[in-house]
Every structure is written in structure tokens, then in C-alpha cells.
């Protein structure tokens, strides 16, 4: 239970700084026509990753991961800044289990939170679509993807990581040191045991949304709780929305995957 605590602490403190990271935006009713090439990527497993490029190919480029339960459009405020797109060669993608990239599945199964759920469900990469590893395997699909059109060469690669992003790229460094990363940038990323314990009333929200699919009833509520929750003031109805809308397509296994 300790553990579990812990680790949704994690989430929390990323949470709580969404209002702070995520600057207001249009909502634009269509996709602009503002020059992003979008196309997909085969990750780990053969899984599906679907990419947005924009900005000058010739610069140096930037690589956003997002924050857990968000898709790419988090960096919307970044995406649509045009002192950063005519500057720079950005380029953001959907984890696995978000957006637009694939939602590989397994049997899923309720969770007693009351049992370390690191020793039934996670860690190795036949019980869980999500790890970090097969997460940092995506990182890689897409910067060869990148390394097969452009000249890193002559130019540098940035990793920016929000929350759960850091622990993606440090995975994706670990595990591919032949790739030369120039530059590192964390949005409250989570490294070091930053993550602390939950209340009893904000754990109760993480079961319903851990709950299997066939409760989603509970893990909406859940998740509207936590929206509601734990900003240190109320979210706008758009930016409820936008993390809300996001987060009710992950399927039961991503929202497992950070236990």
C-alpha cells in the first residue's frame, strides 16, 4: 500500500502543476493548415506511434514527451509559438496508449490496492505493454525515423520531458548511449523519488480510476475527481476538458502503468 501510495504521488505532483505548464490556446474546431506533418512510426512490439513534425528541419531539434494520461496536444502552447517553430525543428508524438497511436491490450484484472501491484502486473514487458523500456524502444523508432531524412550531423537533438517524460528519456539514454543527445530539459519531471504519499481521499480516486473497463462509470468519476481535485485552484472548463478527454482513452493497462 506504501509503495502504491508513493508512486501515485508521482502523478499528483504532476497534476498539480498542469495549471502552471499548459497556457491558454485556441480550440480550433479542424486541424489548422499551419505547415504540421504528421505520419506514424512502428515502436516496440510493432506497436503504432503517430508523430507531428513543424518548423525549420535545418535547426536544431526538439523532441517533446508529455506528462501521463496527456496526448501531444499538452505542448500546444510550445506547437503554435512561432518564436520557437521558425527557430526551431519541433517534433511531438502520442505515448502508446494515448492520442492517436495504438492501445495495445492484455487480460485486464481489478487491482486490490492493498497488494503490491509491482509484483502481479509490472515490470517486465510481457505483462506490460507500457514500460519504460518499450517506451524509450517508441523514442527510438521516431529519432530513427528522423536520423533516416535529416543530418544529426549538423545539427543537434533536444529532449524535453513533462512529468513521466523524464523517465521515458533517461530510459531511451540508457538504453541507446550510441545516439548522441544534445540537451535535456525537465518540466517537472520525475527523477530521484521526487513522488510523495497521497491522503486517503485522493487514493480513493486513483482506485475507481484503475478500475477495469467494464466499470468505466467509476473510472470517469475517478478521473473527473481527480481533475477537480488536486490543482491548487479549479482548472478552466477547457483545460478540464482537454486533460479529461484525453485521459478516458488510455485503456486500463497505461493507467496501470506508472505503479
Excluded: C
Aim: negative net charge; charged residues 20%; aromatic residues 14%.
Amino acid at each position: 500500500m506504501n509503495l502504491f501510495k508513493f508512486f501515485l504521488g508521482f502523478i499528483f505532483t504532476f497534476l498539480t502543476i498542469s495549471t502552471v505548464t499548459v497556457a491558454q490556446v485556441p480550440l480550433y474546431t479542424f486541424p489548422m493548415d499551419d505547415g504540421t506533418k504528421s505520419y506514424y512510426v512502428t515502436g516496440g512490439n510493432g506497436v503504432n506511434i503517430f508523430v507531428d513534425e513543424k518548423g525549420d528541419p535545418t535547426k536544431t531539434t526538439i523532441i517533446f514527451s508529455s506528462g501521463f494520461l496527456t496526448s501531444r496536444t499538452s505542448w500546444d502552447p510550445q506547437w503554435f509559438d512561432s518564436e520557437l517553430y521558425e527557430n526551431f525543428h519541433l517534433v511531438r508524438y502520442d505515448y502508446r496508449g494515448m492520442g492517436n497511436s495504438d492501445k495495445p491490450t492484455v487480460n485486464s484484472h481489478s487491482v486490490d490496492l492493498n497488494t503490491d501491484p509491482s509484483t502481479i502486473y509490472m515490470g517486465n514487458i510481457d505483462t506490460n505493454p507500457y514500460s519504460l523500456d518499450l517506451k524509450a524502444d517508441d523514442l527510438f523508432a521516431l529519432i530513427s525515423k528522423l536520423s533516416s531524412e535529416y543530418d544529426f550531423k549538423e545539427k543537434k537533438i533536444v529532449l524535453v520531458g513533462w512529468s513521466i517524460g523524464i523517465p521515458v528519456s533517461l530510459n531511451f539514454m540508457k538504453n541507446y548511449p550510441d545516439i548522441k543527445i544534445d540537451g535535456l530539459v525537465s518540466a517537472a519531471g520525475l527523477v530521484n523519488n521526487t513522488g510523495r504519499e497521497l491522503d486517503d481521499k485522493i487514493l480513493s480516486f486513483f482506485q475507481t480510476m484503475i478500475d477495469p473497463q467494464k466499470n468505466f462509470d467509476e473510472v470517469i468519476s475517478g478521473l473527473d475527481a481527480i481533475y477537480r481535485t488536486i490543482s491548487f485552484k479549479p482548472f478552466s472548463d477547457e483545460l478540464h476538458s482537454l486533460f479529461l478527454g484525453n485521459s478516458v482513452m488510455a485503456p486500463f493497462e497505461y493507467r496501470m502503468s506508472v505503479i
